[in-house]
Each structure stands twice: as C-alpha cells, then as structure tokens.
C-alpha cells in the first residue's frame, strides 16, 4: 500500500511558509530582471522572468473566462468526488480542454491563431515539397527556417506535414493541438492510478489539467508535446505494475514509442521524460527488466526510421546548439535566467502545486514529482534553456501538479483550485506572450 498522508503532515504554517516563499522568489525575480533591464542588460524578454511584455488587456471574452472559472470552482470538486473512475479521466479532458481553449480565444481570435505565424511549424510545413529531401538537408535548411523550427529536430514539421496532406485546416490542427495538450490531464491521472491507487490519483483529479500554464499550453505546439509526453509516462506506469507479461511488454513498447516520437520532436526530450525514465530506474530496482527492454526497443524505432530517411540526429542537434549559442542566448545572463527559470516554473505549475508538495508524503508519486524537478535542474543546468521556460517545460507541469494529492480538506481544496484558475486568469489578461 502507498503512503497516505494524514491531514497533520500538511500543516498550515508550512503550506504558508512555501507559498509565501514561493511568491516572494517570483517577485524578487522579477525586481532583479527589470533592475538588469534598466542596467542595460540583453535579457530579450520585456516582462522578466516571462518572455512577453506587461500589457493589460480584457477584452470581451474574459467575462467568458471568468464565468467558466466561477463554474469550474463550485462544480469539479463535486463530480471529482462522485464521478466513476472512467466518467473522471473524460471529465478531466472535457474540463481542462474548455478551460485552455477558453483562455485562448479569450481574445477574439481563432484557435488556430498561434500555429500560424511566421514563426512556427506549419507554414513551413506547406512549403516543404518532398519529405525525404527535408529530412537528407535538415542542417543545410536551418539558417532558413523560421525560429521554432530552428531549434528541433524535424518531428513536428512532418506532423504538420502530414496534416496538410490529409487535408486537415487551420482551425481542425488547432483543435488537434488544443486537445493533445488537454489529454495531458486523464494521461496523468492514468498514471497516477497505477503507481499510487485510484484514490491518491482522485485527490489530485481536481487540479491536473487546470494549472497556470494552460496560459501557453493553448498557444503553442510545446502544449501537444506535453499531451504525448503525459501519455508516454502513463503508458510506462502501467508496464512497470503490470502482472502480466503482454502488458507489461505491450504497454513498455507504446511508452517507448511515444517517447521516440517526444525526441524527433524536441532536443530536450532527455529532461522533459526523466518522470518516464524514473519509473524504469524503479522496474529495474524490483527487477522487471521487461518492460525496460520494451521501452527501450520502442524509442529506437522512431529515431532510427528518421536516420534511415537521412536525418542524423545529433548532427542536427549539435547544429541547434552552435545557432543557440551564437544567438540571444550568448548575451543572456546566465546566471539570472538560472533562477528565472525555477520561478517561472512555479508560476505555471500554481500556488496549489507548491502547497501540495509541501504535504507530499506518498513515495510512489513522489517518483513523478521528483522526476519533474529533476527534469527541471537538468535542463536548467544545461544552459540551453535561457529563457521561455514556460512554454518550453510544459510536458514537466502535470507531474508537478500531481503533487496536489498531498493538499487535504475539501473548503480549502476548493479555495486552492480558485487560486490556481485566478493566477490564469491573471496572466491572460495582463501578459502579452508572444505565443
């Protein structure tokens, strides 16, 4: 049996303590950036520690949002208390998914909107003529790629290639982004489940999904990686508690796969699955090797179907990295966006995550918690992550806030996922991001 933590293990003052600690870091954060701002330093974002810039906004469509944040509030808690199990993990994709793309049309505009600037992966996607030879001349065609493509391998471009293929439009590959980045919700919980029991899982149904940072899960792609990411993990917590050998290898294979699929698509898959990677470390500490091997198999299959197509992916990485390097990265400080990036994190993950991890006593989701703050320092410490974290460490955020099973007690549990929706709301009226 997991741990289950009594309502003592969760004091008031040490909850406070964090919080307050918590906010305290953000806000001297962003005292510090603007002092470097005004010192004449190249932070490159105008609203530190958040790329964007402070600009109040509220339009029309955030009455919308807060009457959906209001019914959200009075209503979840309820159906996560009385829902069957299935009925929860829909209802967890159905809530996350109003509430993200709510936040994202607040403005007026399509949810398509974001995926079609000059920046991003699609556009680009309908201009490549053969795959083969995009994939043959990846690292030749970089210099010229718009930003976002530069800096992955081509995974996502061929998503969206072959979406365009299929004749899906604008607003049907916004709804498959939207709904990718929601399915981040049951995927978790799914996980959860499995490792630490359904009940544990239910404690934390009432936040997974709703955390700050939907805010960029609904403008940008890093929003479907984490969908994927999400389901890779849930996939492997399954294979590692599986009784039966077929499970067990059929669930590892999909995880691997999954995981492949995560590192065609972003450089930085090894810190963003540590939270899968974990649960293999503790299948081989209880000595189940196989769904190790399974796992393992599955992630070659991706990468090795790009490099037979001529893609070669540490060349490609190596590339993004010297481009990274010789960019806006070189003069950003490091030392500022070390910290930045931490509070950032706090700031998409919600003032209910920190306080749940304070009472956190369950070892086994404490394996996806730790996991994501490993994640979070691996790449913090890489130094190839100088900014942009909020959107950039998605695929971490829902293994935080799984952490919310340590909070106890319904009023104040309702009162957290009211701050958690506030902080949200807050950021999409007073944040102008550039996703």
Request: glycine share 12%; proline share 6%.
């Amino acid at each position: 049996m997991p741990d289950v933590p009594s309502p003592s293990t969760n004091p008031v003052g040490a909850v406070a303590a964090a919080v307050l600690a918590a906010t305290a870091g953000v806000v001297a954060t962003a005292v510090w950036g603007r002092a470097l701002l005004r010192d004449g330093a190249e932070l490159f974002v105008s609203a530190p520690p958040f790329a964007g810039s402070w600009e109040w906004r509220w339009p029309l469509g955030m009455w919308a949002v807060v009457v959906l944040a209001v019914s959200i509030v009075v209503l979840w808690p309820e159906v996560v208390r009385a829902a069957r199990w299935g009925a929860l993990l829909v209802g967890s994709l159905a809530v996350s998914l109003a509430w993200t793309a709510a936040l994202a049309s607040s403005a007026g505009g399509g949810v398509a909107d974001p995926l079609l600037t000059r920046f991003e992966y699609l556009p680009y996607a309908r201009r490549v003529g053969s795959p083969s030879q995009l994939l043959s001349h990846w690292v030749e065609r970089l210099p010229d790629a718009p930003t976002h493509v530069q800096g992955h391998p081509p995974g996502t471009v061929l998503a969206f290639l072959g979406l365009d293929r299929l004749g899906v439009g604008d607003t049907a590959a916004g709804w498959i982004v939207l709904v990718l980045g929601a399915s981040a919700a049951p995927a978790a919980l799914i996980a959860m489940g499995h490792l630490a029991g359904r009940d544990t899982a239910r404690r934390a149904a009432v936040f997974v999904g709703l955390a700050p940072a939907v805010v960029w899960a609904g403008t940008s792609v890093d929003g479907a990686v984490m969908g994927v990411v999400a389901w890779a993990t849930a996939a492997v917590a399954i294979a590692v508690t599986a009784e039966e050998r077929a499970v067990a290898v059929g669930s590892g294979l999909a995880s691997g796969l999954l995981v492949g699929s995560v590192a065609t698509a972003t450089y930085g898959a090894p810190a963003l699955v540590v939270p899968w990677a974990v649960l293999l470390v503790w299948a081989l500490w209880r000595r189940r090797p196989v769904p190790v091997v399974a796992a393992a198999a599955g992630v070659l299959v991706p990468l090795l179907l790009l490099a037979a197509a001529g893609f070669d992916w540490v060349g490609g990485f190596e590339a993004t990295r010297a481009a990274y390097r010789a960019g806006v990265a070189s003069v950003r400080p490091s030392g500022y966006f070390a910290v930045a990036n931490l509070a950032v994190l706090a700031v998409a993950a919600g003032p209910a995550t920190v306080a749940g991890i304070v009472g956190l006593r369950d070892r086994r989701v404490w394996m996806l918690v730790g996991g994501a703050v490993i994640g979070a320092l691996l790449a913090d410490l890489s130094g190839l992550s100088k900014g942009e974290v909020e959107r950039i460490w998605l695929p971490l955020v829902p293994f935080l806030v799984v952490g919310t099973a340590g909070l106890r007690g319904d009023v104040p549990r309702r009162a957290w996922l009211g701050a958690q929706l506030a902080v949200a709301v807050v950021l999409q009226a007073w944040l102008r991001s550039p996703w």
